[in-house]
């Protein structure tokens, strides 16, 4: 299915203002393809000015730094999982 750059812009014009971050992000994503930046990359990279959110914040001071695998989330929150099937 081909997508007309035209239509793209459309939809980016309408959106949200809240929004258009993820939307932003997103694109990103799919532009930048697989390729990721290596360790020494990130650090040279700028800090985002996005502020933590309320939960990220209450994260970063919980003395809990206790790693929890995605089978142990799932089996936490009851949630059925296909990983091993």
Do not use: C, H
């Not at 089978?71 to 059925?80: F, H, M």
């Amino acid at each position: 299915m081909s997508i007309s750059n035209d239509d793209l812009y459309k939809l980016v014009n309408i959106l949200l203002e809240e929004t258009k971050q993820s939307a932003y992000d997103y694109l990103r994503f799919l532009a930048i393809g697989n390729v990721r930046p290596d360790w020494d990359e990130i650090m040279k990279m700028e800090p985002d000015d996005i502020p933590l959110s309320a939960e990220e914040k209450k994260q970063l001071q919980s003395n809990n730094n206790k790693f929890m695998s995605l089978e142990d989330a799932i089996k936490g929150l009851n949630l059925q999982s296909t990983l091993n099937r």
